[in-house]
C-alpha cells in the first residue's frame, strides 16, 4: 500500500539518501536485514523484516526507496512488520555521543500484490493525464515482472510499463506480475473534458423594459462544463445554468468553464430596466384636523410631482381648507400616488361674556358672570370659576376679563371686557369676622369686606362687661388682621370689630366666640397612616357636614347628629390648630373664613364622649 505520509514533492526526491552531513558514518556491514517469510507477497502479508545481529538497545531506522531523509524514517524500531513493496534499508544508531554514528544496512527488496496507482496531477484534464504503480514511480524502477493497464476492464494494448498516459474519460486499473502471481490495483476514475469555446448570447424579447418586466437570456450547452452569468463582470450567486432571467440594468455575459481547460466568456447584452414613478411620501407638519383660521403645512414632493388640489410641484403646499390632498407622479412606466392626508377645517364658535361692570371698588362683594355657550371658561385678574372678585384684582386697571369657549370640535373663541378697580373708603360695618392659630394666650382675628382708614377690635372674656380694645390700620384692599395677646389660657372669648371712618364711627360686627387651649399646640409627629381610616369610638354618624371639599375662601359647618360629639379642631398639615369650635351640641353652623389659610391638606378632628374621629380636607 501508498505510504499516507508521502507528498508530491518526496515522491520526486529519488536521489536523497543518508549521504547528507553526519558527524560520522561507519559504513562496515556489522548489520543485516533478515527477510523472515517470502520476499513476494500474494495474499495476506505475514512477512516482517528484522536486523542481524539484534540491536539491542540501539535506537533502529527503516526507510523505504531512500526517499526518507534522516532522522524521518518510515517506521522506527528492531523488526518492520508486513513491509510495503519496495526496496528497504535499516540504519542502527550506535551512539549519540559525543557526536552522532550510525552504519546502513544492504537494501532488500519486497513485492505484494497490494499494488497501488494515482495520478499525480489529478483526475481531470482537457489532454494527457499520466498514471503510474506508485511503488515503482517513485522507486523510478519496475518492480514488477510484468504490467497491464485496463480502462474500464479492457485491457489497452501496448501499455506494459509502470507509467500510462491516459486521454480519455474511464476506470483505470492496473495489473501487475509478480513470482507468486498477480495484483489488480485499486481503480482510478479519470475525466477528459471539452475546452469551452465562445458562445454568443440570445435573448427571448426586448432588452430595454420597465422595471418588473425581465428578458431570458441564453447560450448553448456544452456537454461536462459549467456556467456563471455575470453582470457588470461581477458573478450573480445562483446564475449557473445556460440562461438567466435578468432584471436589472447592466452588461451580462456568461463564463463557460472547465475544470482543467480554463474559461472564455461569451459576447455580452446591456439590458436596460426603466424604473417605475416613485410614489411621493407627504407628511404634516402639524395635526391634519384644526379650527378655522389656522392651517398645515404638506411636505414631501421631493420627485417633482403634481399636488392634485392646486396643480402645483412645490416641494411643500401651505393647505388652511378641508380637502384630501395627494401627490401625482408620472413618467414612461405609468403614474402612481402618494399617500393620502384629509385635512379637516372646523368652524370657530360664537362667544359673548355679560355681568362685568366698568368700575368697582377693591371691597365690593364678588360678582357672578355668565358667558354664551356655557361651558367655558372664564380668565383675568381676581376670577375665580365665574365669580369676579374686585378686593382678589386689586386696585388698578383697566383688566382685561375674557371668556373662552371650545366647542365639540376643540375650536375656541373668546369675548373680553375690561374693569377698573378703585380704593374709596365705604366704611361699612365688618362682615367675616374669624378667628385663626388659637393658642394658650393668643389668637388672631380677621375681617375682609369692609374698607376704613382704621378698625376698633374689642375683646372680652365671655360673661363680663370689661372690654379689652386695639386699634388696626386698614391696609387698603387687604383683609385685615390682628393678634389678641395677653390672654387667658382655657377661657371663653367674645370678640367684634367696627370700622372707625373720618366724622363717622359705624356699629360692631356680629360678636364671634372661641375658647383658648390649655396648652399651646405643638407640631405633630408624622404618623405613619391615614387620618381618614383612623380607629373611632365615635358613632359613624357623627360627622358634621363641612363643605365644600375642597375649598377656596370659605368653609361652611353644619353640626348635624352631634349629640355626643362636643369640640371641632382643624389643623394643617403640621399639627398646628388653626380653627377651633366648641359647645358644638348648641351651634348648629358655622361660617369658617379660611381666606387666610395656606392651600393644602387639613385635618379635621371631633372630640367626644366615646373618643375622637378624624378626616381629611382641602383647600384649592
Known amino acids: 500500500m501508498k505510504n499516507p505520509n508521502l507528498t508530491l514533492v518526496t515522491k520526486f526526491c529519488f536521489v536523497f539518501f543518508l549521504t547528507v552531513v553526519l558527524f560520522s558514518l561507519k559504513v562496515s556491514a556489522q548489520y543485516n536485514i533478515v527477510v523472515n517469510g517470502p520476499s513476494d507477497i500474494c495474499g495476506p502479508n505475514n512477512t ?282 408620472s413618467n414612461s412606466c405609468g403614474s402612481v400616488t402618494s399617500n393620502h392626508i384629509l385635512v379637516t377645517v372646523n368652524a370657530l364658535p360664537t362667544v359673548s361674556m355679560s355681568g362685568l361692570s366698568a368700575v368697582y371698588n377693591c371691597m365690593n362683594a364678588p360678582v357672578v358672570l355668565s358667558g354664551s355657550p356655557a361651558g367655558g371658561t372664564f380668565s383675568g385678574a381676581g376670577i375665580n370659576g365665574n365669580v369676579f372678585n374686585p378686593r382678589v384684582a386689586g386696585v388698578g386697571g383697566p383688566y382685561t376679563i375674557s371668556y373662552s369657549y371650545s366647542n365639540s370640535s376643540g375650536c375656541s373663541s373668546s369675548a373680553s371686557a375690561q374693569t377698573t378697580i378703585n380704593s374709596n373708603y365705604t366704611c361699612a360695618v365688618p362682615q367675616n369676622v374669624t378667628v385663626s392659630q388659637i393658642a394658650k394666650k393668643t389668637a388672631v382675628i380677621s375681617w375682609n369686606s369692609s374698607a376704613a382708614p382704621s378698625f376698633k377690635v374689642r375683646y372680652r372674656k365671655t360673661g363680663s362687661t370689661t372690654y379689652l380694645y386695639q386699634n388696626v390700620a386698614w391696609s387698603p384692599c387687604n383683609a385685615t388682621t390682628v393678634q389678641l395677646t395677653g390672654l387667658i389660657s382655657n377661657t371663653n372669648y367674645t370678640v367684634d370689630v367696627k370700622a372707625v371712618c373720618a366724622g363717622a364711627v359705624t356699629t360692631y360686627s356680629t360678636p364671634i366666640t372661641f375658647k383658648t387651649l390649655i396648652t399651646n399646640p405643638a407640631v405633630a409627629q408624622v404618623e405613619n397612616r391615614n387620618l381618614n381610616e383612623e380607629n373611632t369610638l365615635l358613632n359613624n354618624s357623627a360627622k358634621p357636614e363641612l363643605f365644600p371639599n375642597p375649598f377656596s375662601n370659605e368653609l361652611y359647618f353644619n353640626s348635624g347628629d352631634l349629640s355626643n360629639v362636643s369640640r371641632l379642631l382643624i389643623m394643617d398639615f403640621e399639627g398646628r390648630v388653626v380653627y377651633e369650635l366648641e359647645q358644638l351640641r348648641e351651634i348648629e353652623s358655622q361660617k369658617i373664613n379660611t381666606s387666610q389659610w395656606p392651600s393644602g391638606v387639613y385635618f379635621v378632628r371631633l372630640i367626644g364622649d366615646e373618643g375622637q374621629k378624624n378626616y381629611k380636607i382641602i383647600k384649592n
Open 48 to 329: 516482517y523484516l528484522s536486523v542481524n545481529p539484534a540491536p539491542t538497545g540501539l535506537t533502529v531506522n527503516w526507510y523505504k526507496n531512500n526517499i526518507n531523509l534522516p532522522g524521518f524514517p518510515y517506521a522506527t524500531g528492531p523488526i518492520l512488520q508486513s513491509p510495503e513493496t519496495g526496496n528497504w534499508t535499516c540504519e542502527v544508531i550506535t551512539s549519540t555521543s559525543p557526536f552522532l554514528q550510525s552504519v546502513f544496512t544492504q537494501t532488500v527488496r519486497i513485492r505484494t500484490n497490494q499494488i497501488y496507482i494515482e495520478s499525480p496531477f489529478g483526475t481531470s484534464s482537457c489532454n494527457t493525464l499520466g498514471i503510474d504503480e506508485n511503488a515503482s514511480y517513485v522507486a523510478n524502477l519496475a518492480f514488477y515482472d510484468f504490467y497491464q493497464w485496463k480502462k474500464n476492464g479492457v485491457s489497452i494494448p501496448g501499455a506494459n510499463s509502470y507509467t500510462y498516459s491516459a486521454t480519455s474519460t474511464g476506470i483505470y486499473t492496473c495489473q501487475a506480475l509478480l513470482s507468486c502471481g498477480s495484483g489488480t490495483s485499486n481503480p482510478l476514475s479519470l475525466t477528459f473534458e471539452n475546452p469551452p469555446t465562445l458562445k454568443t448570447i440570445t435573448a427571448n424579447g426586448a432588452l430595454t423594459f420597465c422595471q418588473g418586466g425581465s428578458v431570458v437570456l441564453s447560450i448553448p450547452p456544452t456537454a461536462g462544463l459549467t456556467y456563471q452569468w455575470r453582470r457588470n463582470s461581477i458573478d450573480i450567486p445562483g446564475a449557473t445554468g445556460t440562461s438567466y432571467t435578468a432584471t436589472q440594468s447592466g452588461t451580462y455575459n456568461c463564463r463557460e468553464i472547465s475544470v482543467s481547460c480554463g474559461y472564455i466568456n461569451s459576447t455580452s447584452k446591456t439590458v436596460v430596466v426603466n424604473p417605475l414613478p416613485t410614489a411621493a411620501v407627504i407628511a404634516a407638519n402639524g395635526p391634519s384636523t384644526f379650527c378655522a383660521g389656522s392651517n398645515v403645512m404638506l411636505s414631501g414632493n421631493t420627485t417633482g410631482g403634481v399636488w392634485n388640489i392646486s396643480g402645483s410641484t412645490a416641494p411643500s403646499l401651505l393647505v388652511s381648507s378641508s380637502g384630501d390632498y395627494y401627490v401625482t407622479n
